[in-house]
């Protein structure tokens, strides 16, 4: 979730005029060989309107421009974008928020990689093979893989995952249907079986993982490839591993760098892996530190960083021409989305449990809420077309399956204010009361950010109030924003609406984010259609690449008829680079690795 700012006071005269206009209208898991810049044609359908200061992806490569010749050694300075400090929950196995991500890629990385098209190749940790019933994973890892504590990798490390994960104790997010669909795993879960029956150990190296079901998600994604370092955390509570110090404060991957320091959710350093499986990186040093967005330009331009993970696109319009820097852009495999809280999550059977009495339960009031607001402007206006109107929960960043024919649903508050009139929300003085006559008040959180955040929620709180809808906002920070919405698996009772973003994972199936077993499920949405179609999607049938993706475009107008929550917004994720970088690339399947990333001179290039 990537804030940023303007001008305070530019910003507020344009968000006043921004105010004005839409009134007299009507009233926010990872890859092979050589760079590749981004598809034209996969980006064009989307591209915003060619107006003047309005910007399209298309505008940018995904490979930074080596100048120069690589020096021995170096080190570089990565800038996290954020208002606040990352939690330190430093394992895949464990993590939820995407700044921890952002901390882990350093230093860990899955046995698998895929290429551009989102499949699982050879190339990585490991290499696999199927049955010939598609049921059956083999994976073979390498023999130069080995923990940053020289011990190897095993396959008695990826089978400790999984029970850890499938264990009773374990408190993090990753226990979804990718686990219980291996076989053996209720049973294990249930605590009626000692071990997980479908995973077996081979060797050292090599364990076979088998499933209920072939499905075309295992070949892309669907299969957890994290392990968790078995000589270290075998004898640990799995209830205490999330919190340990092993986590918290001394965690190890077998990535390119090691962990050498933390100062905790503010910076990391970073020293060379010189026993990193795909050779020793180039680099000696990496320091992470946090950067608040309202001062990312001055790092950048100072040279007080060489790349950040992503630059608040608001910001671009008035920085595209930094001379120090080359801008990198892509998709982003993620969308801005509002989110109605329709249930509460059952902790005991780790399971979705909808209301139909919930306070936003009829999806007549939640169509009419996102007929009220214009994202299409939003992008322009806000983001410089570099965030724009989101139609479908499948965004662009997979073509293959997102359907740019469904329109989602248009901007037109008339129609919104007459649905509302016809399900029975009558107008009493400003605002709307429910259909029972009492008064409706709608409770709406947002997270901090740069200058735009609270703006930007306002704007969504007004034109909520403009179809008579009494909204109250209440802004909150990243990380407590999400235990309100649900990340523990505790739901704050004073939350109604939510604005959050998801970054999707590289399989299509949104099971993991909308699937009645989904911690992330967080609206707390489910019916027996959604689950219908869920299931197919990843059945026999649906290796039929025609065939699922004719399923998927029924669960995306399915989901845009009932609203459980609407996008906002599909993303660019543009990123500056210090021009003495070399060997950089953003994106997925580009074959070029952090390994290999080097710079030209001792110190960062700083802008005239």
Known sequence: MKKGFFSRGIFFTMMLVFVLVLAACSSEKEATPAPTANQGEEKTEEKPANEEGVYSIDDFNNAKTNEGTAIEGGSITFGLVSDTAFEGTLNYNFYSGNPDVKVLEWFDEGLLTWDKDYVYTNDGAATYETSEDGKTFTLTIRDNVNWHDGKPVTAEDL???????????????????????????????????????????LGDKQISITYKESTPSLLTGGVWTYPLAKHIFGDMDVAKMSSSKEVRETPIGFGPFKVETITPGESVTYVKNEDYWRGAPKLDKVTLKVINPTTVVQELKSGGVDLVDAFPTDQYKDNADMSNVEFLGNIDRAYTYIGFKLGTWDEANGKVVSNADAKMGDKNLRKAMWMAVDNDQVGKRFYNGLRWNATTLIPPSHPEFHDSNNPGVAYDPEAAKKLLDEAGYKLEGEFRTNPDGTPLEINFISMTGGDIAQPLAQYYVQSWAAIGLKVNLEMVEFNSFYDRVGNTGKDDPNVDVYQAAWGVGIDVDPSGLYGRDALYNFPRFSSEENDRLLAAGVSAEAFDVDKRKEIYNEWQQYMVDEVPVFPTLYRAVVVPVNKRVMNYAIGDGTGVYLNELAVNADKAVVAE
């Not at 104790?169 to 686990?179: K, N, Q, T, V």
């Open 159 to 201: 089978q400790f995952a999984y029970e850890t994960i499938g264990s009773k104790g374990y408190d993090g997010p990753r226990y979804d249907s990718s686990f219980t669909s291996v076989v053996g795993m209720d049973e294990f879960h249930a605590g009626t079986a000692d071990t997980i029956s479908g995973i077996e150990v």
